[in-house]
């Protein structure tokens, strides 16, 4: 009876959270584009202005703050599009273990990535094939990477691992050594515009949510303060596709090695 309950009030939660989502969505599509249009015409001038005329240097960095920020509130505004209209959806068999394989190259040349920060990937199988948006995908594993790099200014190590999960389905885990949340914090973590970090929108944690949930996936977060926080995205399975459980390939073992650098 109390498993009962309990699967009860998680799927009255989920339902909450959805409808909540939804009707965030539509109110950031209506501002996004009422925002770009003069935020396009802002950056225009900005630039234009830029090349034309000769500033004193104490204008001229000025010129470039304007110009900076007015570019870090279009990403913003991508973000709210993102979020709120994501666009058509495209599925394609895509094998899971290259794919984060390549984002982990990306992401250890990151100006996200810092001394201190070591990375280590974790592959049950050589290959593990699943139909994804093999774009939308890639935005789940860089928004949930770099939230956790965030999380670990002082350093520390993201381990990402795949591994199956029964029933036709694998199981990929970020987990780090960072600052943790509460559980206030952690019952908000997926609803828009909660992020914790200074110099975001507060939507990547929402974006993974629904594009995890687009792929008829689950994504579960675990955190306790000071005790770094694991997020786990389960999904469907190509069956037969994944390797027999093993040594990993020669690429796997290499990825698995601590990987650090310096900032970009």
């Keep these: 009876i109390f498993q009962d309950l309990t699967e009860i009030v998680a799927l009255e939660r989920e339902v909450r959270l959805k409808e909540r989502m939804a009707a965030l969505g539509e109110m950031a599509a209506g501002m996004a584009h009422e925002l770009r249009n003069p935020l396009a015409s802002i950056v225009g001038s900005v630039q234009v202005l830029g090349g034309d005329v000769r500033l004193p240097g104490e204008h001229e960095d000025l010129m470039e703050i304007i110009l900076r920020e007015s570019q870090r509130l279009d990403q913003a505004i991508r973000d709210f599009l993102v979020f709120a209209r994501p666009g058509p959806f495209s599925a394609e068999r895509t094998d899971l273990v290259r794919l984060i394989n390549d984002s982990v190259r990306i ?9 201190g920060h070591q990375l280590v990937t974790r592959f049950s199988a050589p290959e593990v094939h699943c139909e994804i948006d093999v774009n939308r995908a890639k935005q789940v594993f860089w928004n949930l990477a770099t939230n956790a790099l965030k999380a670990m200014p002082g350093g520390g190590t993201l381990t990402i691992r795949v591994e199956p999960s029964g029933q036709g389905q694998v199981l990929i885990v970020f987990a780090d050594e960072g600052i943790g949340m509460n559980e206030q914090q952690l019952d908000r973590y997926f609803q828009p515009f909660q992020g914790g970090f200074n110099d975001g929108t ?9 594009i995890v949930q687009e792929h008829k996936g689950r994504v579960h977060v675990r955190s306790a303060e000071g005790h770094g926080t694991e997020v786990s995205v389960t999904l469907p399975v190509v069956v037969g596709s994944a390797a027999p459980a093993g040594s990993p390939s020669r690429q796997t073992r290499a990825e698995n090695r601590p990987l650090q650098t310096a900032r970009s």
């Design 107 to 115: 992401l250890r040349n990151s100006r996200e990535f810092r001394p």
């Design 202 to 210: 507060g939507l990547g944690a929402a974006i993974v949510y629904r």
